[in-house]
């Protein structure tokens, strides 16, 4: 069994021409904001960062059996902890996510925390964490101001933190998907 740290991920980045409104909601809710750049779970905890070399064969022979595809983040959810909840928007559709992610753990199938949860692996990009009692009122107000957003989706990123990028995560290396044929 391969070690595993809460220091790396993999992940997809939405591409930077979509991030300000999400970020404009994070900074304000989130308080990974600094740590985490907006993001779409797909492997964590992961290979520690010593590893990455070994490791990159399997995320790029992954990646390389993906096309592009587009994805729209229109509606807000949350999942609900014992005290708070995080509040999320959802992928839609999630089927190519859910792909991906079936195609890393035939690749890396010592890294499926993320499929261990009640309901299986559940594709989102958290916005923020909110008390139970607020929570409604805060989801109904961010979806009536909220404009959606279509992106595409064209490579898998690999990050890490550590004290040299002061623990912020930052992408280690990304892993583009295959090219569409003309």
Known sequence: MPNKTHTTAVVLIPPEAAQPPIQAIRQIHDRNFKRWMPHI????????????????????????????????????????HRKSCTMFLVPEPEN????????LLQHLPDYDDTARF??????????????????????QRLQTEWQPIQCEMAAISLIYRSPETDDRFVVAEQFPFQTRSK
């Open 96 to 103: 190519e996510i859910v792909r991906l992610h079936s195609l």
């Open 118 to 139: 009640a309901g299986g692996f559940h594709p989102h990009l958290s916005v923020g964490q909110f008390q139970s009692r607020s929570l409604h009122t805060e989801q």
């Open 41 to 80: 779970t797909l492997l964590y905890p992961f290979a520690e960062h010593r590893d990455f070399t070994g490791i990159a064969p399997a995320l790029a022979k992954a990646a390389q059996q993906m096309s592009p595809f587009s994805i729209q983040l229109a509606r807000f959810d949350a999942f609900k």
